[in-house]
């Protein structure tokens, strides 16, 4: 009896062992599917992580069904790593190395210091350190992470959901071009004013997206430029109102995702003084 319960409870949750046409391999045990999308992880991973991870995938893609059918058809899947598990833990991480110097992903910082903060470590040390979570066709997200735990080394923000609007606007450059080139022009406008001096938001035009996405949704830590404080959503639309512009034509106008651990949390914002720069200094 207990185990046609459990069965019953996974069917009316969704979860599942991954279906036998994903071809995936052993090492995922459990699946669920998220807007036409795979989440898929080990037996390590509890359900509510998967099931965390699915309600904010389908929060994210509900005003363009267009966007999350592109990501289905072009095989795009999602693993959520367990708290005691690794990037290269993954099947197909397990052979990935550290990015060379001229990585056009390498922060200012990196690129600074690319000698001690990079060169100096093995391929698995330097992916330990530097993510739980990464965008692209094999999405990965972190058990700790997507359910908010105080292990998290994101404390105050949901790395997830960062990670996911990667996979958004490479749906929009491949089928929304319009509204492609207006992301690149609202970049193009920040980088040329000085808005988001020295943040993450201005390494690239996907972490440009992705750091937007995040405060769309209030799920981002405070950013600071000058004083000026880019909090919750109405901040990003005084702040960078050709940022908040692409990003409405995209996202619902809720800005909350369902099962989001930091949605509008206080935590958002670090104890203590706060700078007048959140700008990482190197």
Avoid at 57 to 82: C, H, T
Avoid at 134 to 142: F, K, P
Avoid at 145 to 160: A, K, M, N
């Amino acid at each position: 009896m207990a185990a046609i319960a459990l069965a019953s409870a996974c069917t009316a949750s969704g979860l599942s062992t991954p279906p036998r046409q994903l071809g995936a391999e052993p090492f995922y045990a459990k699946h669920v599917d998220a807007a036409g999308i795979p989440v898929l992880s080990s037996a390590r991973v509890p359900d509510a992580a998967l099931l965390a991870a699915s309600d904010m995938i389908e929060g994210m893609l509900a005003k363009r069904p267009d966007f999350a059918q592109w990501l289905s058809q072009n095989d795009y899947r999602v693993a959520i790593i367990a708290e005691d598990e690794a990037l290269l833990d993954l099947p197909d991480k397990a052979n990935w190395t550290r990015p060379a110097p001229d990585d056009p992903r390498l922060t200012r910082c990196e690129r600074k210091h690319y000698v001690t903060r990079i060169g100096a470590l093995s391929d698995r040390a330097y992916w330990d350190a530097r993510a739980r979570g990464i965008g692209g066709e094999r999405t990965v997200g972190s058990e700790e992470d997507v359910l908010g735990y105080p292990s998290t080394r994101y404390w105050g923000e949901t790395i997830f959901v960062h990670e996911m609007a990667h996979n958004v606007l490479f749906a929009i450059e491949a089928i929304d071009k319009p509204l492609y080139a207006q992301i690149e022009a609202a970049y193009a406008n920040a980088l040329s004013k000085g808005l988001w001096l020295n943040e993450y938001a201005t390494t690239t035009i996907q972490e440009y997206w992705a750091e937007g996405t995040q405060i769309w949704f209030n799920s981002n830590r405070l950013v600071v430029v000058d004083g000026v404080w880019i909090l919750n959503h109405p901040d990003l639309a005084a702040y960078d109102p050709e940022l908040y512009a692409v990003l409405a034509k995209a996202y619902p106008q809720t800005h909350r995702l369902a099962s989001d651990p930091f949605a509008m949390s206080a935590a958002r914002v670090p104890p203590g003084p706060v700078p007048r720069n959140t700008a990482e200094e190197c």
